[in-house]
């Protein structure tokens, strides 16, 4: 039996799961055990289809689930949408826990019915970067890639022919790659939020790279856990307090590291100037709605304010739908940087929404998708 | 600097219950003020979207007013309350925009404050006439 703020350490009882799992293979087992015992009808899992593209695919087939272990670094979708209207456990980033409760706020995703299995992420890469990146600085051709790790700091490639390269982040960073824009100023870095808070920091010794620490952050975790123990998946230990010491100091360098880059990421603008900053690329919108589309957060639907009140004609300058979704996001927005993937005018929008949205949720003392009882201050009056 | 003679355009969204009623009695008391508003009558100031003045200043307004009942006074029991959490944000996202503060207003006028709506109008327009065309206005609308 678990309870509510263990901190353990497990892995995956099957050794084919354990050894291909990122560390231990305990999200896979979690995850398919999940499906198994009926805790819940589906599971959204990332499709491997090679290093740099994978599809989300919604399954009730455990060996899906079984083979899909293993991370990717370049692939960065939110899967909040995913776990609309469905009895679902789901892996997920920190910013896809974050989405997931921000429409169980809009009431648009039932809590009770969504697992959501939170993995620590230091970050992803937009794939069209990472095969520039790996051609330039790299010299490998991105088809020869077979796998890649994070690990002390450093980006490591492995290709076909059993050859390892790194090279320190910092430093594909100032040479323009490395991390999405949107990752580098994220500060939330272990998913607190998610059920299950899982993830290789603070795994140590002999275990190294082959078990998963795991933080029990509510009851949904508790039954997520006990039931993989019960179906025999997992094998779970409590972890000593060297190993929570370590976690807790690997997310303060990254929440630092983090805070620091947000200054020099976002640049301090002259009043007289802001227009201008804003408008200019704003004019390169062609009104193609994709950001709209991928939004997490967004619970309006198809027809919306943004899109039913402006005309294509006005896109050469600040047009209403830019307003609208300034405004509108200016509470809820997560950073998750799946606009600024997405725009096909390689448009910044994370950033542009970013510095909206973070002074108005610092000044409200207010984080979008941390806890469901938050009330977004848009809905501050509400009649009595 | 705006061109000489320029008049500023101001729409002044106004709810039917206290500041339409305001700017009635600003005229039956014949207070002078600018002949600068546009006056939209709505039935509440809770129904102020910040679409509306984002459109307003899209279609050229140099500054927006909004206005209603003073807090507690809402004909509808809170709309007030809501036009106010709406406007916070409004607010700052402008701000951050880049566009000057002094062309978004939210000022309270009960129907018998006649004066108080006159004044209002004369104050925004000097500060207006001051800070020139606003910067979202279209190119061609003067």
Redesign the interface.
């Known amino acids: 039996m678990v309870n509510v703020g263990d901190m353990l350490v497990g892995y995956a009882t099957n050794e084919d799961v354990r050894k291909r799992g990122a560390s231990g293979g305990l999200v896979t087992a979690v995850l398919a055990a999940a499906l198994e015992k009926g805790l819940v009808e589906n599971v959204v899992v990332m499709k491997h289809i090679n290093e740099f593209e994978a599809v989300p695919i919604i399954t009730d087939d455990v060996d899906e689930v079984l083979a899909s272990t293993g991370s990717l670094h370049s692939v960065p979708v939110n899967l909040a949408k995913y776990a609309m209207g469905r009895k679902v456990a789901m892996p997920a980033k920190p910013c896809d826990a974050q989405a997931v409760i921000e429409q169980a706020k809009r009431g648009m995703i039932d809590l009770d019915n969504t697992y959501v299995v939170g993995l620590n992420c230091g970050g992803s890469m937009h794939p069209v970067t990472t095969k520039k990146m790996l051609v330039e600085m790299y010299d490998i051709d991105p088809e020869d890639v077979v796998g890649e790790e994070i690990e002390k700091g450093k980006l490591i490639f492995k290709t076909k022919n059993g050859e390892e390269m790194a090279i320190a982040i910092d430093e594909l960073e100032e040479a323009g790659f490395g991390r999405r824009e949107s990752c580098r100023y994220c500060t939330l870095k272990i998913p607190v939020n998610a059920d299950l808070a899982c993830g290789n920091w603070g795994v140590i010794g002999d275990k190294a790279g082959s078990a998963t620490f795991c933080q029990v952050m509510n009851d949904k975790g508790v039954k997520l856990l006990d039931n993989a123990i019960e179906a025999g998946r997992i094998e779970v230990e409590p972890a000593s307090d060297k190993a929570i010491a370590i976690r807790a100091k690997v997310n303060d360098v990254m929440v630092n590291l983090g805070n620091t880059l947000e200054k020099e990421i976002f640049p301090e603008i002259p009043d007289e100037e802001r227009m201008q900053y804003y408008m200019e690329p704003m004019a390169d919108c062609i009104d193609c709605g994709a950001c709209k589309e991928v939004c997490p957060v967004c619970a309006c639907g198809e027809d919306s304010k943004c899109t039913m009140f402006h005309s294509l004609v006005d896109n050469y300058k600040m047009s209403m739908y830019h307003m609208v979704r300034l405004l509108h996001l200016s509470d809820s927005c997560i950073a998750c940087g799946q606009c600024s993937d997405v725009c096909p005018s390689d448009i910044p929008i994370t950033l542009l929404q970013s510095s909206f949205a973070i002074p108005s949720q610092r000044k409200r003392e207010y984080t979008p998708g941390m806890n469901v009882d938050d009330v977004p201050p848009f809905f501050e009056v509400i009649l009595k | 600097m705006a061109e000489e003679g320029w008049e500023p355009k101001i729409v002044a969204f106004c709810c039917n219950w206290c500041s339409y009623g305001g700017a009635d009695t600003a005229g039956m008391g014949r207070f002078q003020q600018p002949a600068s508003t546009r006056v939209i009558r709505v039935m509440c100031s809770g129904r102020i979207?910040?679409?509306h003045v984002?459109?307003a200043f899209?279609e050229g307004a140099d500054a927006v007013l909004v206005t209603g009942c003073h807090i507690g006074d809402c004909h509808y029991?809170?709309g007030n309350?809501?036009t106010e959490?709406?406007y916070k944000?409004?607010e700052?996202?402008l701000q951050?925009?880049?566009?000057e503060p002094d062309r978004l207003h939210l000022n309270w006028i009960s129907a018998s404050e006649g004066e108080r709506f006159a004044n209002f109008i004369n104050d925004v327009t000097a500060k207006v006439k001051e800070l020139g065309p606003s910067?979202?206005k279209?190119a061609g609308v003067k």
Not at chain 2, 96 to 99: D, E, P, T
């Open positions: 979207d910040p679409l984002f459109n899209l029991v809170n309350e809501k959490v709406k944000f409004l700052e996202m951050q925009l880049g566009l910067p979202l279209p």
